[in-house]
């Protein structure tokens, strides 16, 4: 049932003297929703990156769908998608020509405005990137990452800087995008996210994974343990008032 798609054993990733990631082992099952956690320059960025083949190992073995990144990055490149940085948008270009633009790239015939319609961006097919709001230009770089019809995709940090609809508005797509069987590994910050959205969660700490396990069974151990909240849980929180206040939907459009 749980077959394993990446599987990472003892990676290590020096630069120069310095170990950003010391040996770590993780495997991410097909279809889930994996999520890296840990404190900024934990090392989360960079053992994507190696996975992602953009980055050389110092050591350790990387196995993605069957494939040795040491025998064949460049089969592990045709079938995940990495999130481009929106820098890297050429700024003239309209989002449809963008698409067409990254298809010949990947050598890949895509319908854009099927595209555009899976992240709700098809009135916004003839702007250019820089026109659209944070929410749309995530959901564009998303988009991206879908142009080769990928088994994985990496989104690292995708939500951060957004406004609380345009975040929940993510999640609903990353949610669709692993029911229609791609699995996700995603970075963020926030733990209400990860809790949300994350099937398991590895947490990262100086260059070390210090737990992995599902959200849910890492609340009930630490509630096990003893731990109690200092402060009376209420049934609401600062988050639940500003949505309810300012409406779920979208402002962005
Ligand atoms: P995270 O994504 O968890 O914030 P990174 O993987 O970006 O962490 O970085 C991990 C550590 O490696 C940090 O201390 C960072 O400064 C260092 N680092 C990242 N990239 C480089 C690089 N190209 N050269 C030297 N050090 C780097
Ligand atoms: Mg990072």
């Not at 190696?50 to 993605?64: A, D, F, N, P, W």
């Not at 940090?157 to 995603?186: C, F, H, K, S, Y």
């Not at 988050?239 to 409406?247: A, C, K, N, S």
């Amino acid at each position: 049932m749980q077959k394993p798609i990446i599987e990472v054993k003892d990676l290590v990733k020096s630069y120069d003297n310095f170990n950003a990631v010391k040996s770590i082992s993780f495997n991410v099952y097909q279809g889930e929703i994996f999520g890296l956690l840990g404190p900024n320059g934990a090392g989360k960025s960079t053992t994507l990156e190696v996975i992602e083949t953009l980055r050389e190992k110092t050591s350790g073995t990387v196995i993605v769908d069957g494939i040795d990144l040491d025998e064949n990055p460049g089969a592990i490149k045709k079938i995940i998608g990495v999130q481009l940085q929106s820098s890297g948008f050429y700024p003239g270009l309209n989002l449809l020509e963008l698409i067409k633009l990254f298809a010949g790239l990947y050598n890949k015939t895509v319908d854009p405005f099927e595209l555009l319609k899976k992240v709700n961006l098809v009135d916004k097919a003839k702007s250019k990137s820089k026109e659209l709001s944070g929410g749309q230009r995530q959901r564009f770089s998303i988009a991206t990452t879908l142009i080769n019809q990928p088994k994985i995709i990496f989104l690292d940090e995708p939500t951060t800087g957004l406004d609380p609809q345009a975040r929940r508005n993510l999640w609903d797509l990353i949610r669709e995008i692993r029911d229609n069987g791609t699995t996700v590994i995603i970075t963020t910050h926030y733990m209400d996210e990860a809790e949300q959205l994350c099937d398991r969660i590895a947490i990262m700490d100086e260059g070390k994974i210090i737990k992995l396990d599902s959200p849910d069974k890492m609340i009930d151990e630490l509630v096990a343990g003893g731990f109690e909240r200092p402060k009376q849980v209420k049934a609401a929180n600062l988050e639940d008032v500003f949505i309810h206040l300012t409406g779920k939907e979208m402002r962005d459009e």
